[in-house]
T-cell receptor, first 114, second 115 residues
Framework: QQKVQQSPESLSVPEGGMASLNCTSSDRNFQYFWWYRQHSGEGPKALMSIFSDGDKKEGRFTAHLNKASLHVSLHIRDSQPSDSALYFCAVSEPSSNMGYKLTFGTGTSLLVDP | AQTIHQWPVAEIKAVGSPLSLGCTIKGKSSPNLYWYWQATGGTLQQLFYSITVGQVESVVQLNLSASRPKDDQFILSTEKLLLSHSGFYLC??????????????FGAGTRLSVL
């Protein structure tokens, strides 16, 4: 069972601040990286995916992928109280039936203080 | 628009009793379907996935079974619940081609408490 470690476990930032979340995979076969967000009592929702080295920006969210180190990060600028949630990175292998297996990380709990 | 509906919203069951959880996807034909389990505040563990009607692949053994009797329906069940089955069960769908490059769309989940 491959492991996907996230850090920190929990994070508190002031409203309007920058939140930075990290994720490291232990398997070089993982090629596809996702960020999902889960508000309390709800199902997770996809934030963004990143498949190539470098940065990808979507609104206030920027993901950075370094495939050589199997590390992906998520940066949230201008954090809002509504960003308070559990954040998961998820990784997948592209090969045939493993393409249906998405492994989620350990999660980071983000609290944005108003 | 596609909708995903899970039922029931919550269950309280006794150890050793049977369980059946359901999931229906409307507005999308031939989706890939998934069951995930989540301990409170924990990560999501994939349990099963299904590419087509009648075909279900198990990802991890947890004394649970799954079936896909119709294109838009996914059922999770067991004949005997264990305390360890408590948690949050999430159904999800994606476009065909798997979860690698396609977004997973999750339902609102079923909260299960086994006493």
């Amino acid at each position: 069972q491959q492991k996907v470690q996230q850090s920190p476990e929990s994070l508190s930032v002031p409203e309007g601040g920058m939140a930075s979340l990290n994720c490291t995979s232990s398997d070089r076969n993982f090629q596809y990286f996702w960020w999902y967000r889960q508000h309390s009592g709800e199902g997770p929702k996809a934030l963004m995916s990143i498949f190539s080295d470098g940065d990808k920006k979507e609104g206030r969210f920027t993901a950075h992928l370094n495939k050589a180190s199997l590390h992906v990060s998520l940066h949230i600028r201008d954090s809002q109280p509504s960003d308070s949630a559990l954040y998961f990175c998820a990784v997948s292998e592209p090969s045939s039936n493993m393409g249906y297996k998405l492994t989620f990380g350990t999660g980071t709990s983000l609290l944005v203080d108003p | 628009a596609q909708t995903i509906h899970q039922w029931p919203v919550a269950e309280i069951k006794a150890v050793g009793s049977p369980l059946s959880l359901g999931c229906t996807i409307k507005g999308k034909s031939s989706p890939n379907l998934y069951w995930y389990w989540q301990a409170t505040g924990g990560t999501l563990q994939q349990l099963f996935y299904s590419i087509t009607v009648g075909q279900v692949e198990s990802v991890v053994q947890l004394n649970l079974s799954a079936s896909r009797p119709k294109d838009d329906q996914f059922i999770l069940s067991t004949e005997k619940l264990l305390l360890s089955h408590s948690g949050f069960y999430l159904c999800a769908w994606s476009l065909s081609g798997g979860a690698s490059q396609n977004t997973l769309y999750f339902g609102a989940g079923t909260r299960l408490s086994v006493l």
